[in-house]
């Protein structure tokens, strides 16, 4: 006798459910297996436990054979550009921006590969084959799978992304101070502002970086100055021409960030010019002699790092030595001789010129013979001969006092304090002396206003070293 099958049995049921699975939807198969639980949790408590788990294995077997496809979605997918071996990369183009960096991804493919797969599993990776210009252009993503699995992709939002391209250029460019905030006190001035380093780099975009005409380091902070100082800056600004390149540097890259920028602060003081006189006669009026120069410019306007330049009441430009003063003579005197170091010319005076009398002002030859030579501190032992006959002097100054003068108001005369003891001829120097003119001084071009003649020194003879 065949025994019926009670179709509230719920192994009845169960293969009722797997025969009929075919049939339906999976939302309908997943009803249909809510309603089985609960059948189940109506039967004896001891079969409660066993039942679900074995309920469980048997949705997934079910689900895995009657729709072994799925489709499923991954958020936040990395976007990724290579331009290894391809036009772009032989262009030598490098990717500038983008305009997204994560895209979403739905696969579908078989349901136990595709439930292994994880977003971080994934990349989208961006088809540059037509890039070969430095422009922008909008691309297709293919989407690849570190995992070793099969699938096929239904989208990638967004389906398109837009990447531009350029080359990645260096520049070394000066930097300039930018000092808007900063004043200088009353009664000072500013020297030009010395930024370390003075050069930086810059990486980026072809474009932009050959855009850039100037690259300004900015000292923010307000401050007014009365000495020497020194800032330290990281803030840069670049200009094209006179407009401010407002782009945030996001694509450039500089190799040096930090500045210093020294302001030198100087005093500033007209002062009138001056010359130092050696050489003139004893008894020379030097007051005449200044009061009859002519100078090119008699003041000039300098600046100096302290105070001590309040003090300065004239300014020394060089030296005048009479005996090279001639009628007329005029001597010059370069400006980066005369000016100490640190200090600035602010008349951009390169050269002044003093001019010597000439007007009132007479030359005249005087010949001095040898005999007429005096010899001073003479040692007792040595007797001493000019071998010279004579020479010519010339005597330059005021035209009264040169008419005036004449060979007896002149002394020659030989100072042998340093001799050397030495019997022989010896060339030594002639000195002379004006004691009645205060106006006149010896001149003679190449020294002659103190000429070396020949001496012939010898020892004394008994008979007059006893006398």
Not at 266 to 273: A, E, G, H, K, Y
Not at 406 to 425: H, K, N, S, W, Y
């Amino acid at each position: 006798m065949i025994k019926e099958k009670n179709p509230e049995d719920p192994k009845n049921k169960f293969h009722q459910f797997v025969k009929s699975a075919k049939d339906f939807t999976p939302a309908e198969l997943l009803s249909m297996f809510v309603q089985w639980i609960t059948n189940i949790f109506k039967q004896d408590t001891h079969l409660k436990i066993l039942s679900i788990v074995a309920a469980i294995i048997i949705w997934a077997v079910v689900s895995i054979s009657v729709y072994p496809t799925m489709e499923s979605v991954y958020y936040n997918v990395p976007v990724k550009i290579s331009l290894e071996n391809t036009y772009a990369e032989a262009n030598q183009l490098d990717v500038i921006t983008s305009s997204t960096e994560t895209v979403t991804v739905k696969l579908s493919g078989n349901r136990s590969q595709i439930g292994e797969i994880k977003s971080e599993d994934l990349t989208a990776m961006v088809d540059v084959s037509s890039v070969m210009l430095p422009r922008s252009y909008k691309l297709h993503m293919n989407v690849e799978c570190s995992k070793n699995a099969e699938f096929e992709v239904v989208s990638i939002e967004p389906d398109t992304i837009s990447v531009s391209f350029d080359k990645i250029i260096s520049k070394e460019l000066p930097i300039t101070p930018q000092l808007e905030n900063v004043r200088i006190a009353q009664g000072y001035m500013s020297g030009d502002a010395v930024v370390t380093p003075s050069t930086v780099t810059v990486t980026g975009p072809q474009d932009m970086v050959n855009s850039i005409t100037k690259v300004c380091a900015k000292v923010s902070p307000e401050k007014e100055l009365d000495s020497t100082y020194e800032f330290t800056t990281d803030e840069l600004v670049l200009y094209n021409n006179n407009a401010v390149i407002s782009d945030d540097n996001e694509m450039l890259s500089f190799d040096k960030t930090s500045f210093a920028i020294q302001i030198p602060v100087f005093v500033r003081q007209t002062l009138p010019l001056e010359v130092n006189i050696i050489n003139a006669p004893d008894k020379f009026d030097l007051d005449y002699f200044r009061s009859q120069l002519v100078f090119s410019v008699s003041a000039i306007d300098i600046a100096a790092p302290n105070d001590k330049i309040k003090e300065l009441k004239s300014l020394n430009i060089g030296t005048i030595n009479m005996r090279e003063v001639d009628v007329g003579s005029v001597f010059e005197f370069k400006a980066e001789n005369f000016l100490p170091d640190g200090y600035e010319n602010l008349t951009q005076i390169d050269t002044v010129t003093v001019t010597c009398p000439s007007e009132g002002i007479k030359k005249k030859a005087i010949a001095i013979k040898g005999k007429d030579i005096q010899f001073v501190n003479r040692p007792a032992q040595y007797e001493f001969e000019p071998v010279s006959s004579g020479m010519t002097l010339f005597v330059v100054g005021d035209e009264e006092q040169i008419d005036s003068i004449t060979r007896e108001d002149i002394t020659a005369q030989i100072d042998l304090i340093d001799f050397d003891m030495q019997e022989g001829d010896h060339k030594m120097s002639v000195g002379f002396i004006i004691s009645s003119y205060d106006k006149v001084w010896f001149n003679g071009g190449d020294g002659i206003a103190t000429p070396k003649i020949i001496v012939k020194a010898s020892v004394a003879e008994e008979e007059v070293l006893e006398e």
